[in-house]
């Protein structure tokens, strides 16, 4: 990094932006252009875990290489010239979740984090229906630029 005075090096530092980060954005690789989306997600343990459906291009492209990259940044604000800000960037290894009581931990968190009106206990169609993706972390580096 070459703003040394700007690293993040405590694992636990980074780990609490991607906690308090409403969107994590993810890098998935196409094998000519990196194909990146947010998303809203939790992290729980090792894991950034996302929600989607039962198909698209994201699956499709982790089925043929399950590595990605992820990004989230907090506290974004504009001071007169400069940008102050917490993020961190990662690599990891993204897997469908098949068990369904993982799968039903990571929806009611998320339903939780985003304070949506979820219904619980999660109807078996649906549950079927809907995939959760863990993306175990790597690697993390972590930036700010704070206020003096």
Do not use: W
Not at 19 to 37: H, I, M, Q
Not at 77 to 88: A, F, L
């Amino acid at each position: 990094m070459r703003r040394k005075d700007r690293e993040i090096t405590d694992p636990s530092a980074m780990y609490e932006i991607l906690r308090e980060a409403d969107v994590v954005s993810v890098a998935f690789n196409t094998g000519e252009f990196p194909y990146v989306l947010p998303f809203n997600f939790v992290l729980h343990g090792d894991g950034i875990f996302i929600h989607c459906a039962p198909e698209g291009r994201k699956l499709d492209l982790i089925g043929r290489d399950p590595r990605v990259a992820f990004c989230a940044a907090v506290d974004i604000r504009v001071e007169n010239t400069t940008t102050r800000y917490r993020s961190v960037c990662g690599t990891g290894i993204a897997a469908l979740v098949d068990d369904d009581t993982l799968k039903t931990e990571t929806l009611k968190a998320l339903a939780v984090k985003y304070e949506a009106p979820c219904v619980f206990p999660i109807p078996e169609r649906t549950l079927a229906a809907t995939r959760v993706v863990r993306v175990r972390i790597e690697s993390m580096s972590g930036k700010q630029s704070r206020a003096t």
